[in-house]
């Protein structure tokens, strides 16, 4: 296939098609536009493209001296941000279909998490990076597993790759697949490794590289390492990430590990573990309780429907959560979601909601396809908190960005292009593995797209 030449380092202008979430709510849509990326790899202006006007509208006067990259007939779109995956799993995606969580994570995933050591991240993880450039997402958050080693290979991976990335080692003190450390130690052990990690990557090459906290869930997790690992990303201003109430087995389990506690949500509350920098992933079996304490306490969810329908975990009452407030980002939660692609994610999640409406009356309206795009883009990056940083393509904030082929998600060829809302539908209803032609993060190029 021919490929116009894509630019590899800012400075550089982009004319292609435009389609974006807006921070002031709805999105931009421009069939012809200019996206300009200052040395800096911030986007420096945003327009309609004009041919007889080498500075027209634009914000930044210098780019009329920068190299244009004509990508069109290709889209241009922010790169999508997931909010939840497991990076040791990668190579059990799609394995394990018809299996209840709880089984699925013995069989399939409590053994590769056991072989993560230093050398097998040392394999996987830059190729995770890059098949996640190749899926259209420039932000990752990952869980890895509870080896030291294996963290520090997944961080080197992303710094090398240009992924933005947020890893956190896996911390468990119950139903744990490390035996090989004394029960006495396992806590303080899994703290200091985490602090020790948090003191090499937070914060890393200006931010790009970040540090999650990361307690498996309550069925793997004391009270006492939910606390003390809640204290320790409070204490470090890290992210705190887990599970929450994802299967109603795993639910059931919580209820006898914790008979104290109101709810589920409760456990993680008391453990002071809810809050703006903290991320749960699914939250689907809730009750109205658990519903409006993480609204009330701008705790962030990571809704992850393509997991929900692969292991039968359950349905997210999306539309009511929208209602009560929540902060609500996309996650591939690759491998119990069977691929990477957050377009995937989003079919998965209006096939879902189509669901509720038909077989259950839920009343709430569902989402056009580009909010759906907005969920896996600008709201994941509220999500992080870094919904100024990054999640649209606007004047100001870094050029995390991504270019999509819309002919390969047509029926047939020959058809004319689409625009706006209908290319964000077949882009979601009619995603193509090879769609993604490019992808930047600070307008440097990321392996992966395009072979
Ligand atoms: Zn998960």
Not at 54 to 77: E, K, S
Not at 176 to 186: F, G, I, K
Not at 325 to 354: C, E, H, K, W
Request: aromatic fraction near 6%; include cysteine.
């Amino acid at each position: 296939m021919i490929q116009p030449p894509i630019p590899e380092r800012p400075p550089f202008t982009l004319r292609a098609a435009l389609l974006t979430p807006l921070a002031a709510g709805g999105y931009r849509w421009e069939p012809d536009a200019g996206i300009e990326v200052d040395e800096e790899g911030r986007i420096s202006g945003v327009s309609a493209w004009r041919d007889d006007d080498a500075t027209g509208d634009r914000t930044d006067a210098a780019a009329a001296d920068r190299p244009v990259a004509d990508l069109r007939p290709w889209a241009v779109l922010p790169g999508m941000v997931d909010l939840h995956a497991h990076l040791p799993q990668l190579p059990s995606a799609g394995l394990g279909a018809g299996l209840d969580l709880l089984t699925w994570l013995e069989r399939y995933i409590f053994p590769l998490e056991r072989d993560f050591d230093r050398s097998t991240a040392e394999r996987l993880a830059p190729a995770a990076c890059r098949a996640f450039a190749e899926a259209g997402t420039t932000t990752a958050v990952m869980y890895g597993a509870v080896f030291e080693p294996s963290i520090d290979a997944a961080f080197e991976a992303a710094e090398a790759h240009g992924l933005r990335a947020v890893i956190g080692k896996v911390m468990m003190d119950r139903l744990r697949y490390d035996p090989s450390l004394p029960e006495n130690v396992v806590l303080e052990t899994s703290l200091r490794q985490s602090a020790d990690l948090i003191g090499r990557w937070d914060g890393r090459d200006g931010g790009r590289l970040r540090y999650a906290v990361t307690p498996r869930f309550a069925v793997s997790c004391s009270g006492d390492m939910l606390r003390e690992s809640a204290a320790l990303a409070a204490a470090t201003g890290t992210y705190w990430q887990t599970h929450l109430a994802e299967d109603l087995h795993e639910c059931t389990e919580v209820y006898r590990l914790f008979p104290e506690a109101l709810d589920y949500t409760d456990v993680y509350d008391r453990a002071g573990g809810l809050g703006p920098r903290s991320i749960m992933a699914h939250a689907i079996h809730l009750s109205d309780r658990e519903i409006e304490r993480l609204a009330e306490t701008g705790t962030r969810i990571a809704h992850c429907p393509a997991s929900n329908l692969f292991l039968a975990s359950g349905t997210m009452r999306l539309g009511r959560y929208f209602e009560a407030g929540l902060v609500i980002g996309l996650g591939s939660d690759v491998s119990a979601g069977p691929g990477l692609s957050l377009f995937d994610a989003m079919r998965a999640g209006a096939y879902t909601q189509n669901g509720l409406r038909a077989m259950l009356n839920d009343p709430h309206r569902t989402l056009s396809p580009t909010e759906w795009l907005r969920l896996g883009s600008l709201d994941g990056a509220r999500a992080l908190g870094i919904e100024d940083a990054i999640g649209s393509v606007e004047a100001g904030k870094e050029a995390d960005l991504i270019a999509v082929d819309p002919s390969l998600t047509l029926p047939v060829p020959g058809l004319a292009a689409d625009a706006a809302e209908d290319l964000a539908s077949r882009l979601i209803f009619r995603a193509h593995p090879a769609m993604v032609r490019a992808a930047w993060v600070r307008g440097r190029r990321l392996d992966g797209p395009g072979g």
